[in-house]
């Protein structure tokens, strides 16, 4: 499965963008100059070209495109895509924005972008693989059940669409295995008050983990815990712990339900 445009396909895009008749304007006569003197080894001077082109599309598009830094080409991908959600390509920075926090661990931030295309974008190439992607984020997440919510959508809006079944059956799995066996969740601390226990979700949320509250009684009074996930086995539990530990710093408790 991919999750990050790989080099073929980026250079792909760019040789269709530039060296196809997309462009009918001064631009692609500049541009295209460049690009086949120096894209094989990559002497592009993007600097130069965006004094004059910041605010076109087709620019703001090839230089997220280009751009192997994955942090930068992050930013610029949201700068083209906030300006430009209609754009032929807008798609493919969709998809690239929620594959870039699918490998960094933020499921549902990843989750978010990739729904867009099936939303938004009903004749995208990339549909199938980012309803795919979609679900695996919510698997991930632990929201196992909104699968099946979004499976019956998806299904009515695109009725000849063809689904990776393998996702749809593990979800069957999943949900079998949590009925006949145990339940365990994460507690990320409890709070007397509400509004310490929003500031630690929030936190949690920005950091890509499905992050819920829930009142929980200690000796006869009400508290408010932090809880991730519901899995069916400490080890998937573990392995998000380690990660929240890392990446936070916070301690967790195995809670079984």
Known sequence: MKITMNFNLKTTLITTLFFSSIFCFDFELQISQ?????????L??????????ATNPNFLFMEALIDFDGEK??????????????YKYADYAVFEIGSYYYAKGYYLESGKWYKKIPMYYHNSDLLTESIDMFYNTLKVAGSIDSISYYN????KLYPN???????????IVDKETEIYDKQYTIQIGAFKEY?????RM????????????????????????IREGMYST??????IILRIKARTGLDCMIIEL
């Not at 592009?44 to 082109?53: A, M, Q, R, V, W």
């Not at 019956?152 to 299904?155: C, G, K, T, W």
């Open 202 to 225: 929030h936190m949690l949320i920005s950091q890509g983990f499905a992050i819920r509250i829930e009142e929980i009684q200690i000796n006869n009074e009400i508290f408010y815990s």
């Open 73 to 86: 080409s992050l930013e610029k991908f949201k700068i083209f895509y906030n300006k430009n959600q209609s």
């Open 234 to 239: 400490k080890k998937s539990v573990n392995k």
């Open 195 to 199: 509004s310490g226990a929003e500031s």
């Open 44 to 53: 592009i001077d993007i600097e130069e070209l965006s004094e004059t082109y």
């Open 152 to 155: 019956n959508i998806f299904s």
């Open 34 to 42: 460049i690009l086949k003197d120096s894209i094989d080894s990559n």
């Open 161 to 171: 669409l063809k689904m990776d079944k393998s996702v749809l059956n593990s979800n």
